[in-house]
């Protein structure tokens, strides 16, 4: 048995921001919407369902009818913004009877849920509507402080600074911690123009929840140039993340939510650049830019 099998492993199916962009400029980091598998032993967690889930599906289908054991999933959503629900009409599982889908989501907006997905999914959009779906599907707004699933426990912190709001998880496995924290402007909690007494009890909120993590993938939309113009957008600049992630002694850093105007050149020179720059300060720290297709164990 390969080593790696007994951890969890963790596979990026999207890591693009808020549009697919498909095409041979963005072909290495990948055109597909957030979504994002967290695999350990017989227990699939999927972050988010933008596009990149359609091929999670693809992959999920294939392995189920080799083996014809019914899939049980859990999927999570970090929020409602199109580009972490759009792939999920796609997601094949869903059309399988023997599937056990799970759903969750913050639940601070009751039935919201549903009704934005089953929304989706109206004939105004969608030719099938989410009854087509023949799986077993559950719609979870979570209440509980912690999820447990089999050895991986979940928990969760909401994100104010994000239109309309958004989740970050932490997941625990195997004594190892995932933090999901996408969608979140840090600028605005970590240099906002007034610092006030909310911002610095968030900002230690959100470092004590990302401490010494061992893989954190999260919001890094843009540049310190680009950020100036997109105050308010609800995500955050790449020095801030570097600079707030080595304070949390976090071990990985997946940059994340990647801007549709980046090309995987620019993702290179960025990587390049941040590497020169930060190499002697944040060298304990690994730092990458999330590419569609990679799978980490952790
Ligand atoms: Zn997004
Ligand atoms: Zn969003």
Redesign the pocket.
């Known amino acids: 048995m390969p080593a790696n099998e007994d951890k969890p492993l963790v596979t990026f199916w999207g890591t693009r921001?808020?549009v697919p962009t498909p095409g041979r400029i963005t072909e290495k980091y990948g055109g597909n919407?957030?979504c994002v598998a967290v695999r350990y032993q017989d227990i699939h967690i999927i972050l988010d369902a933008?596009t990149g889930i359609r091929n999670l599906g693809i992959d999920l289908v294939e392995e189920y009818n080799k083996v014809r054991k019914a899939l049980s999933l859990h999927l999570f959503f970090?929020?409602t913004?199109w580009?972490?629900i759009q792939g999920l009409p796609f997601f094949q599982p869903a059309y399988i009877k023997d599937t056990n889908l799970t759903i969750y989501g913050s639940p601070h907006k009751e039935d919201f849920l549903a009704s934005i997905l089953k929304g989706q999914m109206d004939f105004e959009y969608f030719p099938v509507g989410m009854s087509a779906f023949s799986a077993d599907i559950t719609i979870h707004e979570i209440s509980e402080e912690v999820i447990q699933l089999g050895e991986v426990v979940i928990d969760r912190q909401e994100q104010i600074y994000h239109p309309g709001g958004s989740v970050r998880y932490r997941l625990g496995v195997d004594g190892k911690k995932i933090v999901y924290a996408?969608?979140v402007e840090l600028n605005q909690i970590f240099h906002p123009h007034t610092d006030t007494k909310k911002n610095k009890i968030l900002a230690q909120d959100y470092l004590d929840f990302i401490y010494n993590a061992d893989l954190l993938i999260a919001d890094g939309q843009y540049t310190e140039e680009e950020y100036p113009s997109k105050v308010g957008w609800g995500?955050s600049s790449i020095d801030l993340l570097l600079e707030i992630a080595y304070q949390a002694q976090v071990k990985q850093l997946a940059i994340f939510?990647h801007d549709p105007q980046h090309s995987d050149k620019f993702l290179d020179e960025l990587w390049m650049k941040s590497r020169s720059e930060f190499h002697s300060d944040y060298k304990k720290m690994d730092v990458f830019w999330a590419r569609e297709g990679l799978t980490l164990a952790i």
């Open positions: 921001g808020s919407t957030p933008g970090s929020h913004h580009d972490h996408t969608d995500h939510h």
